[in-house]
Each structure stands twice: as structure tokens, then as C-alpha cells.
């Protein structure tokens, strides 16, 4: 009677923590393929290892396994009843690099918006170069039909040599605003994916 009292006395206080554990420690083999199991012990067995899992006994070459580390499983409570194990530590794992992606792509934006600024401020100062070059274009214009006959060689290559300079000013000014337009269009178009 005294040890059916000392078996109760200890099955009530010891059934709960064997029957309702809500975590275990398990072992996770992690392979050179990239697929990872989880298995309740694993023994070294020459080159093989020999793994437990509650479906059985299963056998790995040493030679496809990458890593070795102990996890803790922990079970939960679906909304269906069921349990379902998951491993502690991989959703601080997962929040970390989601965190980190997302300070990733937070500086990317900033620094996108940093040179579409830049870009926007390069446009407005390309605005008053655009004009400047069309009162050159006028002037340059003016001076010819003030000019009328040209008749000496030293004044043709004056002018020519002005219209050159400044159809090379005209044409750097037209390939850096068509480079910038470029460039913003393709930061619009990847801010929108």
C-alpha cells in the first residue's frame, strides 16, 4: 500500500512533466544539399551516421553531411488541436534577416531618393544652361546675318569656329540630359516593382 501511495504520489507529480513537455531537445543534421533533418538522437557508426526519428531508424553517409547541432523543438497548439513542432531560435533567425532586409532595402531607398534628388537638382541647373545655350545659338545667329558677305578667311573661321564650339557644348548638354532622364526612369520603374 505505502509503495502504490509513493508511485501515485510521484506519477502525479512527474506524469506532467514527462507527458506535457513542450519542448525537447532534438538533433538537426543538416546536409551538403541543403536539406536539413531533424531527428531525435544520432550515434557515429564508422561512416555513416545512424539517426532515431519516432518513424524509425534511418542511415546518412558522413560524407553528404554538412553540420551537426543540437535544437530545442518546440510543440504548438494549432487552431485545429494538432501539435506542430517548430525550431526555437529559427524565428529569431527569420525576424533577424527580415530586419536586416529590411534595413537593406530602407538604405537602398534612400539612397535611390539621395540621387533622385541629385538628378532632379542636375536638371534644374541644366535648365539654365539650356537657356544660355539658346542665347548663344541667337547671338551666334545675329553676328552671321550681321556679317552678310563674309569676305575675309580670318572672320569664316571665327564664326565656324564658334558654331563648332558651340553645336560640342549643344551635344554634351543633349547626352547628359538624355543620360539623366535614363537613369531616372530606370529608378521609377524599379521603385514600382
Not at 560524407?63 to 488541436?81: A, C, F, M, P, Y
Not at 539612397?111 to 538628378?119: A, G, M, W
Not at 539658346?134 to 575675309?152: M, N, T
Not at 547626352?175 to 521603385?191: F, Q, T
Amino acid at each position: 500500500m505505502k509503495s502504490l501511495k509513493i508511485f501515485l504520489l510521484c506519477f502525479v507529480f512527474l506524469a506532467p512533466l514527462i507527458f506535457f513537455s513542450l519542448s525537447s531537445a532534438e538533433i538537426k543534421v543538416l546536409l551538403k544539399n541543403g536539406n536539413s533533418i531533424i531527428a531525435e538522437d544520432c550515434r557515429d557508426a564508422g561512416s555513416k551516421l545512424i539517426c532515431e526519428r519516432m518513424g524509425g531508424t534511418f542511415e546518412i553517409d558522413k560524407k553528404d553531411v554538412l553540420n551537426l547541432r543540437e535544437v530545442t523543438i518546440q510543440l504548438q497548439e494549432t487552431s485545429e488541436g494538432r501539435e506542430q513542432s517548430t525550431e526555437e531560435g529559427s524565428k529569431g533567425n527569420k525576424e533577424e534577416k527580415e530586419k536586416t532586409a529590411a534595413d537593406i532595402k530602407e538604405k537602398e531607398k534612400t539612397e535611390t531618393e539621395k540621387r533622385l534628388d541629385q538628378i532632379n537638382q542636375r536638371k534644374l541647373e541644366l535648365r539654365t544652361e539650356r537657356e544660355k545655350l539658346i542665347k548663344d545659338r541667337e547671338q551666334l545667329q545675329e553676328d552671321i546675318k550681321k556679317e552678310g558677305v563674309i569676305r575675309s578667311n580670318e572672320k569664316l573661321d571665327a564664326l565656324t569656329k564658334r558654331d563648332i564650339e558651340l553645336k560640342n557644348r549643344i551635344d554634351k548638354f543633349n547626352e547628359e540630359a538624355n543620360k539623366l532622364d535614363n537613369e531616372e526612369k530606370k529608378i521609377i520603374e524599379g521603385l514600382k516593382k
